[in-house]
């Protein structure tokens, strides 16, 4: 197994030049990016069914001892993840490949290779086992990230792309100086390292350490207040980049807070960590309602559903992280499906601007459908994945004594339901428009039927997926528990990674 965790890393990589050699080859180029992005998927699963039989996979690359050398660990919450991510990036790219004929499509001759880029970024910032290889990973997918949102050269892209680069480089920069602070403190930057090593370090540094890193990974996650970035930099993306950016990068962010503030005990951290959660909830949720187009409330969405899983962290118990985990598994698919459906609305309407659209359900109904079923389940309604990973957080919250962020909660997923409404009644019902009325000089070239059929089921799967995870919500939580329980308690990930 350790082979396949060194694969999916290196492959995307090795994948992104052979691309790159066919990038005026549409087919074969197209071979290469699904064809690899298929592989990974495989390989991510049985990691998967191995991690879940047999425990962590712990990969020490050139056999260097876990203090001096790279370490990249596949437990369980990683295992995961990894899994729903790269599902998540294939459809996207199985949607990209049938809307590149139209205006709103990015360039394949660029987003194919660049995505796989962004796939070994995704990768290598799940598996690895320390701090600077996570700082390496973070700028993979920045460097790619940029690539993707502004390749198409539009004054709205290289805009927002600066506003989205400097934000993110001042997270990089204060991730290096901290990486720097840990190894002063601990003279190790390894995790399974530092679960032991900060423990026994003095309860103010501690402290700082805590801070530090929840301002670092909370600015590539956009908590409040650190989410300004975000709603300006993904609308003006292609959709099939701002789908990914949407279900993923944010999401990484997540997963890194989750990893490092469960691994070195900074439980203290808690109450600080519950207030970002609710203000993240209600700010992200306010900004939505405000909006008046698809995909900019759907960007202040992505803000608001953090707050969820930073809700589970802040509980800093088994319920609340597993929980947290089961509420990232349903986000990843559910917000890169959303936006899935926004190109199609865009495709059919040639804006998704909520003013010049009008009577899409009566014209298209099953854009209809594929809307409703992850809106509902972003509101958490039931029997949806959201209504299962929202109840599960919930029911955390009030085991745990943590009323006021309950309270916070049940009222931001009120509000979610209402600016889904607000979606529903302004695109699909009303007075129909002319589906060139959205106010741009050029019609949308509509993709061939080949490349509608692609658009639609590559849609239509994650929205599938999204459904199995209600389906499957009981193993699910299973596993999610279990790996719950190693991060909360790190004893067995540290023994697997010293050895």
Excluded: C
């Excluded at 590539?220 to 300006?232: C, I, T």
């Excluded at 917000?335 to 009008?358: C, H, N, P, Q």
């Amino acid at each position: 197994m350790t082979t396949v965790v060194a694969l999916l890393i290196v492959g995307p990589l090795v994948a992104a030049m052979v691309s790159l050699w066919f990038r005026d080859h549409g087919f074969l180029r197209d071979v290469v990016t699904v064809g690899s992005l298929s592989v990974l998927t495989g390989l991510a699963a049985l990691l998967l069914a191995s991690v879940e039989q047999n425990g962590p996979v712990v990969l020490r690359v050139g056999g260097w001892d876990p203090e001096l050398g790279v370490v990249l660990v596949a437990d369980l919450f990683a295992a995961l993840i990894l899994l729903v991510a790269l599902i998540t990036i294939l459809m996207v790219e199985i949607y990209a490949i049938g809307q590149r004929r139209t205006k709103w499509g990015a360039d394949p001759r660029v987003a194919g290779p660049i995505l796989l880029v962004l796939t070994a970024g995704v990768s290598l910032a799940i598996l690895t086992g320390d701090l600077f290889t996570l700082f390496v990973a973070f700028e993979l997918i920045l460097v790619s990230s940029y690539v993707l949102l502004t390749h198409q050269g539009r004054h709205e892209q290289i805009r927002s792309g600066m506003t989205y680069v400097v934000m993110n480089l001042l997270a990089s920069t204060l991730f290096l100086l901290g990486v720097a602070y840990v190894y002063a403190a601990t003279g190790t930057v390894n995790m399974a390292l530092l679960a032991e090593r900060i423990p026994e370090l003095g309860s103010g540094v501690q402290l700082g350490i805590g801070v530090w890193f929840l301002v670092v990974f909370g600015t590539k996650a956009a908590v409040f207040p650190l989410f300004s970035w975000l709603p300006d930099s993904y609308p003006t993306a292609p959709t099939t980049i701002t789908a990914v950016f949407a279900g993923l990068l944010t999401k990484i962010g997540v997963y890194a807070l989750i990893r490092f503030q469960t691994l070195t005990g900074m439980e203290d951290l808690g109450p600080l960590i519950l207030l970002v959660a609710g203000m993240t909830m209600l700010v992200g949720v306010a900004g939505a309602l405000a909006q008046d187009d698809v995909k900019r409330i759907l960007s202040f969405h992505i803000v608001s559903q953090i707050g969820y899983m930073l809700m589970g962290l802040g509980l800093f118990s088994v319920a609340g992280i597993a929980g947290a985990i089961l509420f990232l598994i349903h986000q990843i698919p559910i917000k890169t499906v959303l936006f899935l459906v926004g190109g199609l609305i865009e495709e059919e309407s040639g804006t998704s601007a909520l003013d010049r659209v009008g009577g899409l359900a009566a014209r298209k109904p099953i854009i209809a459908l594929l809307f409703a079923l992850p809106a509902l389940s972003l509101a958490g309604l039931p029997p949806f994945s959201g209504f299962v990973a929202k109840l599960a957080l919930v029911d955390a919250g009030v085991a745990g004594g943590a009323t006021a962020i309950v309270v916070v909660a049940l009222v931001g997923s009120a509000l979610t339901l209402l600016s889904m409404a607000k979606i529903w009644l302004g695109v699909f019902w009303g007075t129909p428009v002319a589906a060139t009325a959205g106010g741009s000089d050029e019609p949308p070239t509509a993709p061939d039927g080949h490349g509608l059929r692609l658009m639609f089921g590559a849609t239509g799967i994650v929205v599938g997926v999204t459904l199995a995870i209600a389906v499957l919500a009981g193993p699910l939580w299973d596993m999610s528990e279990r790996a719950a329980e190693d991060l909360v308690d790190p004893t067995n990930y540290v023994g697997e990674v010293l050895g």
